[in-house]
């Protein structure tokens, strides 16, 4: 039986399966673990502020390490990285499930996401290198829908259980699954070609992990401690400072950890940079609207899942079949149609009111939803179709953090803009009234979305004029 699956003519699809269970694990499990923290504060005996820190790590952890763990895979072999990474993965997500304090709870959290940043840094460089070009964007087409339905699963799942269970069992989860995928990918997924003898990077993995984590806790938290005191000035000043050291070294080595060459070519770096703007404005609106539908519409929790659920719901039916679209006519119409369909999610919701129906809000995230999955599938098969076979652990590690960053910079600076103009308009007021608070709140709202909307139709322009796709269909 196994014998006929690795010689079989459809192995790629096997391949398929086997990097799409990784990528819905590890989105799973950074949304899964939200539903469970009143649980874990009580049973920890830690405050929610606290227990934030599991969500916070995985987070920092993944992002920091992904452009890392791609160029080991460019230098050693994709298929060692992406097993070794379920491995962890596994054996963190067990680690956690037995965690009998708050700072082990956080350390295996740690544990998992560098085993979850090593496959999720290079799954799309193996569906590019597993595919032939015509498959491609159907292939990450399904990709992104099975992304996709992790976030939309998480919490439906965390909640389920959590009651049934108990919080740990969110983790054990994992273990079975994760040790299938693991012996399976052992199985499946091919040897990898002769690499070519380089020299890792090691002071260059140190200074941008360290600069990024500083940078990006600074980032993340400045709502929390204040953006102007020591802990967040001091964290932001050092991750800069790491940074600009880590791009100084990086001109001068011979064998850079990120050869800034690769954005001279310009549909990867167009690739990138659209890819970055999708996601801030995406998650700008995601991290925003639960509090409109919620304290301003008074929703119950029930019909507010419900409501964000279109979204992915919406990307997940749209990716797989503009993956498909794309790979007969190209990604151009596809990705600046998504994100002009995104643009004008973002206007709608300029006109939502502090009176307005689930039917009158809903619209806003079927363009939303929709946009976002016409946009993904072709953008990626465009930009990592761009390389060299030799660049596409480390392309996919950079197009992974681009992603990353973007939703980070998108929760972090809509929420800090949305207090910013919530607290000047209700300024010299002492106790607001109910009107002037919920006015306050959509007025806020109101501007967020007006300058997301603008970010989104840069990206539109961006998007457009991006040639390397026929450049690449001639070769």
């Not at 070519?265 to 999708?278: A, D, R, T, V």
Request: glycine share 10%.
């Amino acid at each position: 039986m196994l014998e006929r699956i690795t010689q079989s003519p459809k192995l790629r699809w096997f391949i398929l399966i086997n990097v799409v269970l990784g990528g819905f694990m590890a989105n799973l499990d950074s949304s899964i673990v939200n539903v469970a923290l009143p649980t874990m504060s009580m049973d920890l005996n830690v405050g929610l502020a606290t227990i934030q820190w599991t969500v916070t790590v995985y987070l920092l952890a993944i992002t920091s390490c992904l452009p890392v763990f791609g160029r080991l895979s460019d230098l050693l072999s994709r298929k060692k990285v992406f097993i070794t990474g379920f491995l962890i993965f596994t054996i963190g997500s067990a680690l956690c499930g037995l965690a009998e304090s708050f700072r082990m709870l956080v350390a295996m959290r740690a544990l998992q996401a560098l085993g979850a940043a090593m496959f999720m840094s290079i799954n799309q460089a193996m569906i590019v290198s597993a595919f032939p070009p015509e498959e491609r964007g159907r292939a990450l087409g399904i990709n992104g829908t099975l992304i996709a339905l992790g976030g939309l699963t998480g919490p439906a799942l965390g909640g389920l259980l959590v009651s049934w269970a108990g919080w740990r069992s969110i983790f054990y989860i994992n273990v079975p699954i994760g040790i299938l995928a693991y012996l399976a990918a052992r199985i499946i997924l091919p040897a990898d070609e002769k690499k070519q003898d380089a020299a890792f990077d090691y002071k260059g993995s140190v200074l941008f992990t360290l600069g990024l984590i500083c940078t990006l806790f600074a980032v993340n938290n400045g709502s929390l401690f204040g953006w102007t005191s020591k802990i967040i000035e001091g964290s932001l000043g050092s991750g800069l400072v790491l940074l600009a050291v880590f791009f100084y070294t990086q001109m001068r080595v011979k064998v850079p950890l990120i050869d800034f060459r690769i954005y001279q070519n310009i549909p990867f770096m167009i690739g990138n940079l659209s890819s970055f703007l999708n996601h801030l404005t995406t998650f700008a609106n995601l991290i925003l609207m639960p509090f409109y539908l919620q304290h301003i519409l008074s929703f119950s929790t029930g019909k507010v899942g419900l409501m964000m659920a279109i979204f992915p719901a919406c990307v997940a039916l749209s990716a797989p079949v503009c993956g498909y679209l794309s790979d007969r006519y190209g990604p151009i119409l596809l990705t600046t149609g998504g994100l002009l369909l995104k643009t004008s999610g973002f206007f709608y919701l300029f006109t939502v009111t502090a009176s307005s129906s689930f039917w009158q809000v809903a619209p806003s995230l079927v363009l939303l939803g929709i946009g976002a999955g016409m946009f993904q599938s072709p953008n990626i098969s465009c930009t990592m179709g761009s390389v060299q076979p030799e660049q596409l652990g480390i392309a996919g590690g950079l197009n992974a953090l681009a992603r990353n960053l973007g939703q980070i910079l998108g929760v972090s600076f809509s929420v800090l803009l949305f207090e910013h103009w919530q607290a000047a308009l209700l300024s010299g007021i002492y106790q607001p009234t109910a009107t002037q608070s919920t006015h306050a709140f959509v007025s806020a709202y109101h501007s967020v979305m007006l300058l997301v909307a603008g970010i989104s139709l840069a990206s539109v322009f961006l998007a457009f004029y991006r040639r390397g796709y026929i450049m690449v269909k001639k070769e």
